[in-house]
Structure formats: structure tokens, C-alpha cells
């Protein structure tokens, strides 16, 4: 897939009902892999859930958040499994072929990139974001020359204080790291 083919697609985020959120949590997954995250604040209190199922074009991410800044976040996945000691401990993105950041970049976007989320004024976010430079089971990262989230050290998702402007380098002036959650199989 060239670039700007999977950059149309991670541009790709629905705004979900929780009718279309259940249903899709009921489906059968085949033999692709899940996973989930839960997102914790810098106080260590859990705020939130990610979703992850593999499919054909990448890994559905189901984000559910209850109590953030109101209005854009950058949200990204980051190369290393811990939140630990502190978000920091993430590192930067995934990014396998050592691209630009930014899902707007004509050298970019690298395999943690990913569309903003936005809060509602209570807090909230429900949002579904197709991540296509990522996979969950390592056949389908193989068969789709994408990056495995459980490769040897892991993977984490992050979320920034601020929306991502897709362009400026290395994180889309995104600001701090305000939640972060291991990604875990599910």
C-alpha cells in the first residue's frame, strides 16, 4: 500500500454509537489478533479503553475515553511496551522504515501515526481509528509488511495534551504526554 493510501486510511475515523460499538465487539473475529490498552492519567488512575482487532486493512481501535482536556488530541503508538516510570518511558512511535512524522508529511506517515481524537465538553471520547501500519497477530503484520505490536519489547498508545498537526516533527506539536497505555492481548 503507498503512502498516501495508508495515509487516507489512518486518516479514517468514525465517530461511533454504542449500538455500532457493541456490534462490532460481538463479531467474530476469525483467527485475527486483539488486544487492548488502558489508558492511565499521570496520576496513575485508569480513564480509559482501546480496543484493537486485526483486520484485513489494519487493526480497528475502539477508544473510549471518560475524563480528558476538552477538545484535540494527538494519540499515537508509541515503539515500547511500558508507561513506566513515566510516559516518557514509551519512546517514540513506531516507525519501521524511519519515515517522517505526520499523516499529512509527503516523507511520512510512520506506523504509530494516527488521526486526532476529540473530547466532548464532559470529558468524554468514543471514536473507532483504523491504524494501518500496525498489526496485531504476527501473520498479519508479515503478510502486510506492517509493524507487529508484540514485537520483543511491546507497544504502548499514547495521548497528548494537544491535537497533531501531522506535519511537524518529531510528534505534530502535540504537546505533552497525558494518558498512556500498555498494549496487552487480549
Not at 524511519?98 to 511520512?108: A, D, W
Not at 473530547?119 to 501473520?139: F, Q, T, Y
Request: with cysteine.
Amino acid at each position: 500500500m503507498n503512502r498516501t493510501m495508508r495515509a487516507g486510511a489512518m486518516a479514517l475515523t468514525l465517530f461511533a454509537s454504542s449500538a455500532a460499538v457493541a456490534a462490532a465487539e460481538g463479531s467474530d473475529a476469525g483467527n485475527f489478533g486483539e488486544a487492548v490498552a488502558v489508558l492511565r492519567n499521570v496520576d496513575g488512575d485508569a480513564i480509559g479503553t482501546i480496543g484493537m482487532r486485526d483486520g484485513n486493512a489494519g487493526v480497528l481501535m475502539h477508544v473510549e475515553i471518560e475524563s480528558i482536556s476538552p477538545g484535540g488530541h494527538g494519540i499515537h503508538i508509541h515503539q515500547t511496551g511500558t508507561c513506566e516510570p513515566d510516559f516518557k518511558a514509551s519512546q517514540g512511535h513506531i516507525n519501521l522504515n524511519q519515515v517522517k512524522h505526520g499523516l499529512l508529511n509527503p516523507e511520512g506517515p510512520d506506523n504509530g501515526d494516527l488521526p486526532n481524537i476529540y473530547a466532548a465538553p464532559d470529558g468524554s471520547v468514543r471514536a473507532e481509528i483504523l491504524a494501518v501500519g500496525v498489526a496485531i497477530s504476527p501473520e498479519m503484520a508479515e503478510m502486510n509488511g506492517v509493524a507487529h505490536l508484540f514485537d520483543a519489547d511491546g507497544s504502548a498508545i499514547v495521548v497528548h495534551e494537544n491535537p497533531d498537526d501531522h506535519m511537524t516533527q518529531p510528534i505534530g506539536g502535540a504537546g505533552g504526554r497525558i494518558a498512556c497505555g500498555l498494549v496487552e492481548k487480549k
